[in-house]
């Protein structure tokens, strides 16, 4: 079993910055892909990013490119998703999943995080 806690929430004013970390433990793929999603009050969960462990590729959803940053650090099995120029529309609580296929819908991915707040002030 995969177990995945994120962490590196809170609040921020418009315009700063956080960094979101996945640490991920238990029975994992040698290579996966871990993936960024989010989740406003009334609306789906999207995807934001997604990460290949064993190539280090990137893939970034459209409305985070030159903001958001997805990065995996291999040797503590730990992810990460530095988000600066942060804006009120980017309230939501943010997830982390891995799987092994190539996806950006949440059915593609099976382990889940139980996720973080991210709420930004305007």
């Known amino acids: 079993q995969v177990q995945l806690v994120e962490s590196g929430g809170g609040l921020v004013q418009t315009g700063g910055s956080l960094r979101l970390s996945c640490a991920v433990s238990g029975r994992t793929w040698s290579s996966y892909r871990m993936a960024w999603f989010r989740q406003a009050p009334g609306k789906e969960r999207e995807f934001i990013a997604r990460?290949?462990?064993?190539?280090?590729?990137?893939y970034y959803t459209d409305f985070v490119k030159g903001r958001f940053t997805i990065s995996m650090d291999n040797a503590s099995n730990t992810g990460y998703l530095q988000m600066n120029n942060l804006k009120p529309e980017d309230t939501a609580v943010y997830y982390c999943?891995?799987?092994?296929?190539?996806?950006?819908?949440?059915?593609?991915?099976?382990?889940w995080g139980r996720g973080t707040q991210v709420t930004v002030s305007s």
């Open positions: 999943a891995t799987t092994a296929l190539v996806s950006t819908t949440p059915a593609g991915y099976p382990n």
């Open positions: 990460i290949a462990t064993s190539s280090g590729v990137t």
